[in-house]
């Protein structure tokens, strides 16, 4: 009777390819500040950084976050903007049921009809 042979042994790795850490895209406070931090820690002592540099440089930091605050603000309000006309125009078609309406269809013919209000469904007993 033909035996088969043993495969290889691999090793017992949890992923395929080790995973990579994707490096950060977006800049923030605290990349800021931990490159800020690093320049203090790496400055010539005898050249030191002039705080007016420091100063314009936490300044830059304020008006960053600022307008990052201000961007998500936006697309809270437009976020906001979509429901409220989503919901307007679900209200104008509720408005439109048990009322006559026309309208043109594709070709450029005009339609006339009344949309029955919606009943409540009984269901006979089984």
Do not use: W
Request: charged letters at 20%.
């Amino acid at each position: 009777m033909p035996v088969d042979p043993a495969t290889a042994v691999t090793s017992s790795s949890m992923y395929a390819t080790p995973p990579v850490r994707a490096p950060k895209q977006d800049y923030d406070g605290e990349l800021f500040m931990e490159l800020l931090v690093t320049q203090l820690r790496n400055q010539d002592p005898s050249a030191s950084m002039d705080t007016s540099e420091i100063v314009s440089q936490t300044t830059s930091l304020a008006m960053m976050e600022a307008l990052n605050t201000m961007s998500d603000l936006v697309e809270q309000v437009d976020l906001r903007q979509q429901e409220a006309f989503a919901l307007q125009m679900r209200a104008a078609a509720a408005d439109l049921l048990g009322n006559q309406v026309s309208y043109l269809d594709d070709k450029g013919v005009e339609h006339t009809g009344t949309r029955p209000r919606c009943r409540t469904a009984t269901r006979s007993p089984r």
